[in-house]
């Protein structure tokens, strides 16, 4: 195998072992999808349906007693 081969497969067998942040510290923040991909992470974020909808604040809104 290729040297840049061999030296992803040895960041992905220490994603398997490591926290994200000993993993960052190890091999860089940049690489950090590499620990997301390998852990779930990387695909399983929440889609823009499942996060709260932001909602626009200003002094000329009302409140709406509930």
Do not use: C
């Not at 290729?2 to 000993?22: F, H, I, P, R, T």
């Not at 852990?39 to 499942?50: C, F, M, Q, S």
């Amino acid at each position: 195998m290729s040297k840049m081969g061999n030296w992803v497969m040895e960041m992905q067998e220490d994603a398997v072992e490591m926290s994200l942040a000993k993993f960052i510290r190890v091999h860089g923040r940049s690489q950090a999808s590499i620990w997301r991909e390998v852990n779930g992470e990387l695909y399983n974020r929440p889609t823009r349906e499942d996060r709260p909808a932001r909602v626009a604040h200003s002094k000329s809104f009302e409140e709406i007693p509930f």
